[in-house]
C-alpha cells in the first residue's frame, strides 16, 4: 500500500524555476518566430523599459520573459509565432482591464486562470494602432508587481 506524501502543484512560468528553464537566446526565437515578430517585442522592451530602465529580455526555451539585475521579472511574457506575438500580462482579473481591451480592437484570448494572465495576440499594426492600449496594461502589471 503507498501513501501520497506530499503533491506539488505549479502553475506557469514560476520564477523560482527560472534557472531549471533551458535558456536560449535571440537567433532560436528569430527561427521560431520572425524578425518581425522579434521587431515588436524590441518596440515592448522600449515600452518596458519606461517603467524600469533595467529590465533585459531574457530568452528561455517556451517563452521570452524578463530579468532585472539576472533576476526574473516576468509580470509579462512574450511568446513570439511566425505571424503574430503572444503576450502574457499578469494582471488580476477585472471587467474595467477586460472591456479596455475589447474596446481597444485587440486580440484577446480567454483569461489564463491557471497563470492569472490576460492573453493578447499583437499582429503587425497593433503596436502602432493600440500602442497606448498595451503601454496602460504593461503598466498595470508592473504596479501589481512591484507592490
Do not use: C, H
Not at 518596458?48 to 516576468?74: C, H, I, M, S, W
Amino acid at each position: 500500500m503507498f501513501t501520497a506524501v506530499l503533491d506539488e502543484l505549479t502553475r506557469g512560468p514560476v520564477d523560482e524555476d527560472e534557472e531549471i528553464q533551458e535558456v536560449t537566446d535571440r537567433g532560436y526565437w528569430e527561427n521560431r518566430g520572425s524578425k518581425a515578430t522579434l521587431a515588436m517585442l524590441d518596440q515592448l522592451l522600449v515600452i518596458l523599459r519606461e517603467f524600469d530602465t533595467a529590465l533585459q529580455l531574457k530568452y528561455n526555451k517556451f517563452y521570452v520573459g524578463l530579468a532585472k539585475e539576472g533576476q526574473p521579472q516576468n509580470f509579462v511574457v512574450f511568446r513570439p509565432r511566425k505571424n503574430a506575438l503572444m503576450v502574457s500580462i499578469r494582471l488580476r482579473p477585472s471587467t474595467e482591464i477586460q472591456s479596455k481591451i475589447e474596446e481597444s480592437g485587440l486580440e484577446a484570448l480567454e483569461y489564463d486562470k491557471s497563470e492569472g494572465v490576460y492573453r493578447i495576440r499583437l499582429g503587425a499594426d497593433d503596436l502602432k494602432n493600440r500602442g497606448e492600449v498595451v503601454r496602460q496594461l504593461i503598466g498595470l502589471a508592473f504596479q501589481e508587481d512591484i507592490t
